[in-house]
């Protein structure tokens, strides 16, 4: 899929190339406008939901078709039982445990995806072999229910690199459940940090894979499972296998689509709101409530007017990293399904101790940098979204766990939600989320290690989907660029040169090209 997507990108700029008459100045423009309905721009809509019916005989992501699977069901207790997920990095992870072959694992349980992905005895790993970290490493070896399905291994990407696996089946158990002959990928080589320092063995997928395909919740028929981190990011969340249908009181939302790929809900009616009123935003698309990110997503227009409002904010008081600073910013509502939800200034800045944040780290941080009064403070302030991605998405991380009490409905495709009490406790009656809502204590900032942060592979998918358009509107920009006679750079770079300059007529052309 990522060669015909890169071969499509190519077409779309040689297309590009074809149309273009330097002789015509007067139909330049006319000209971008045509070409660029070719390009897949950054403000395009992602598509949330598979085609209709391809599930069930898709080869992703396992290399083979759904009919050559015969999962085994060996257990489940069928009880509500409550998983504690260990705290790592301050809030930037929670971590469970799973059974891969009688082995167990560190594992980050995780509905960004639908697959499970473990780190093994043969995975190349130069930075922290296997023989130096006893119990983080599975092997086939130690094991008398492995099978290999695939004689090759296959080549998947999770943004720090290509990543090589070889497909197997095994008997994996969890808390919820255990099954036997299950799918997963064996990791052979890997560039993701935190599987090469072991803070993490397996990235356990629950996603819904359009509700038809084998999946490990399907095939241990867990129906509901829920989860919980408490406010303060400090402390371990939870994971709860087997749960209780959602009381009434609860926000019950419908994942919409027939074959959904995420647990994603139709959202709108963004707001940045506080004592002294309210700035609507521009958002309208559909957010994906990922238990295996960190950090919140939006669109390019949503977050440029959050980054615009902290900018002002900025350049008329002055900027202390400290709780009293973090009390007079906006809380971020929104409205999922019709539904109330909000995030609170603590849930969307935090602080760090660092200057220097990890390379591997550095392009999902949102290079927005806030004014801080020098020889202060050791602390820096970081914000917790991302880079923007497409048009109309949103990624709803970790911190919308540290709200609210989210309940995932397998077999109704339903998403649920209750704001708790910073605790994951929740109250039974209807004006309990209003008290809650009318009477929050104050904030403390947060620190947060952002060595640690995790992304799933659901956000890493549409990560890559946008940084590939991305890549595309530049090179197209330079084209058009080059046209007018701007002098043109290779690889599509010549549109970063000039972002800082802003009367540069490639800057104009951008604006007009994403108008359209």
Same mark, same amino acid.
């Given at each position: 899929?990522?060669?015909?997507?890169?071969?499509?990108?190519?077409?779309?700029?040689?297309?590009?190339?074809?149309?273009? &008459?330097?002789?015509?100045?007067?139909?330049?423009?006319?000209?971008?406008?045509?070409?660029?309905?070719?390009?897949?721009?950054?403000?395009?809509?992602?598509?949330?939901?598979?085609?209709?019916?391809?599930?069930?005989?898709? %080869?992703?992501?396992?290399?083979?078709?759904?009919?050559?699977?015969?999962?085994?069901?060996?257990?489940?207790?069928?009880?509500?039982?409550?998983?504690?997920?260990?705290?790592? =990095? #301050?809030?930037?992870?929670?971590?469970?445990?799973?059974?891969?072959? =009688? *082995?167990?694992?560190?594992?980050?349980?995780?509905?960004?995806?639908?697959? *499970?992905? $473990?780190?093994?005895?043969?995975?190349?790993?130069?930075?922290?072999?296997?023989?130096?970290?006893?119990?983080?490493?599975?092997?086939?070896?130690?094991?008398?229910?492995?099978?290999?399905?695939?004689?090759?291994?296959? !080549?998947?990407?999770? =943004?720090?690199?290509?990543?090589?696996?070889?497909?197997?089946?095994?008997?994996?158990?969890?808390?919820?459940? @255990?099954?036997?002959?299950?799918?997963?990928? +064996?990791?052979?080589?890997?560039?993701?940090?935190?599987?090469?320092?072991?803070?993490?063995?397996? $990235?356990?997928?629950?996603?819904?894979?359009?509700?038809?395909?084998?999946?490990?919740?399907?095939?241990?028929?867990?129906?509901?499972?829920?989860?919980?981190?408490?406010?303060?990011?400090?402390?371990?969340?939870?994971?709860?296998?087997?749960?209780?249908?959602?009381?009434?009181?609860?926000?019950?939302?419908? $994942?919409?689509?027939?074959?959904?790929?995420?647990?994603?809900? %139709?959202?709108? #009616?963004?707001?940045?709101?506080?004592?002294?009123?309210?700035?609507?935003?521009?958002?309208?698309?559909?957010?994906?409530?990922?238990?295996?990110?960190?950090?919140?997503?939006? &669109? %390019?227009?949503?977050?440029?007017?959050?980054?615009?409002?902290?900018?002002?904010?900025?350049? !008329?008081?002055?900027?202390?990293?400290?709780?009293?600073?973090?009390?007079?910013?906006?809380?971020?509502?929104?409205?999922? *399904?019709?539904?109330?939800?909000?995030?609170?200034?603590?849930?969307?800045?935090?602080?760090? @101790?660092?200057?220097?944040?990890?390379?591997? /780290?550095?392009?999902?941080?949102?290079?927005?940098?806030?004014?801080?009064?020098?020889? !202060?403070?050791? %602390?820096?302030?970081?914000?917790?979204?991302?880079?923007?991605?497409?048009?109309?998405?949103?990624?709803?991380?970790?911190?919308?766990?540290?709200?609210?009490?989210?309940?995932?409905?397998?077999?109704?495709?339903? /998403?649920?939600?209750?704001?708790?009490?910073?605790?994951?406790?929740? =109250?039974?009656?209807?004006?309990?989320?209003?008290?809650?809502?009318?009477?929050?204590?104050?904030?403390?900032?947060?620190?947060?290690?952002?060595?640690?942060?995790?992304?799933?592979?659901?956000?890493?998918?549409?990560?890559?989907?946008?940084?590939?358009? +991305?890549?595309?509107?530049?090179?197209?920009?330079?084209?058009?660029?080059?046209?007018?006679?701007?002098?043109?750079?290779?690889?599509?770079?010549?549109?970063?040169?000039?972002?800082? *300059?802003?009367?540069?007529?490639?800057? +104009?052309?951008? #604006?007009?090209?994403?108008?359209?």
């Amino acid at each position: 899929m990522l060669r015909i997507l890169i071969v499509s990108l190519l077409l779309s700029s040689v297309a590009a190339l074809n149309i273009l &008459d330097p002789l015509a100045d007067h139909n330049i423009l006319n000209n971008v406008i045509n070409f660029h309905q070719n390009i897949p721009l950054a403000n395009q809509s992602t598509n949330f939901r598979e085609a209709a019916g391809s599930r069930s005989s898709t %080869k992703w992501p396992w290399s083979i078709s759904d009919d050559q699977i015969h999962v085994e069901f060996l257990s489940n207790s069928g009880k509500r039982t409550v998983e504690t997920l260990a705290n790592s =990095g #301050e809030g930037a992870g929670y971590m469970g445990e799973i059974t891969v072959g =009688g *082995q167990t694992l560190t594992a980050i349980w995780d509905t960004g995806s639908d697959q *499970q992905v $473990v780190n093994s005895v043969r995975t190349l790993n130069m930075l922290r072999p296997c023989m130096m970290a006893q119990g983080h490493c599975y092997n086939n070896q130690k094991s008398d229910t492995y099978s290999r399905l695939s004689p090759v291994p296959r !080549k998947i990407s999770y =943004g720090s690199g290509d990543t090589f696996v070889l497909l197997g089946s095994e008997k994996i158990g969890s808390a919820g459940g @255990e099954v036997k002959a299950m799918p997963f990928y +064996e990791l052979l080589t890997t560039n993701i940090p935190n599987i090469l320092t072991h803070e993490l063995d397996v $990235v356990a997928g629950m996603g819904p894979r359009g509700w038809k395909g084998v999946t490990l919740l399907k095939q241990m028929q867990v129906d509901y499972f829920s989860f919980c981190f408490p406010a303060d990011n400090r402390k371990n969340g939870y994971l709860i296998w087997n749960d209780r249908a959602p009381p009434a009181h609860f926000n019950r939302m419908v $994942v919409p689509g027939e074959a959904p790929t995420y647990w994603s809900l %139709k959202a709108n #009616e963004f707001a940045l709101r506080s004592s002294k009123g309210s700035a609507p935003m521009s958002f309208d698309g559909e957010c994906v409530v990922d238990s295996g990110t960190s950090l919140i997503t939006l &669109d %390019k227009e949503s977050l440029r007017q959050v980054t615009d409002h902290l900018d002002t904010f900025d350049k !008329k008081s002055g900027f202390e990293c400290n709780d009293k600073t973090l009390n007079q910013f906006p809380d971020l509502t929104f409205k999922l *399904q019709g539904k109330d939800h909000r995030f609170r200034a603590h849930d969307y800045m935090m602080y760090t @101790e660092t200057d220097d944040e990890p390379d591997f /780290v550095n392009p999902f941080l949102l290079p927005f940098k806030m004014g801080q009064q020098s020889g !202060k403070s050791s %602390k820096k302030c970081v914000l917790m979204f991302t880079p923007p991605m497409e048009k109309g998405t949103c990624i709803l991380g970790m911190p919308f766990m540290r709200n609210y009490y989210t309940t995932f409905n397998r077999v109704e495709g339903t /998403v649920n939600t209750m704001l708790h009490d910073g605790m994951c406790n929740m =109250g039974r009656i209807q004006n309990f989320r209003q008290k809650l809502e009318t009477e929050s204590p104050p904030m403390t900032l947060r620190r947060i290690d952002t060595s640690k942060l995790q992304f799933s592979d659901g956000f890493m998918t549409l990560w890559n989907k946008h940084q590939a358009a +991305e890549k595309a509107l530049e090179k197209a920009v330079d084209t058009v660029a080059a046209a007018v006679g701007i002098s043109q750079s290779k690889d599509g770079l010549l549109l970063k040169q000039k972002v800082d *300059q802003e009367k540069d007529g490639v800057l +104009e052309l951008r #604006e007009k090209l994403e108008k359209q």
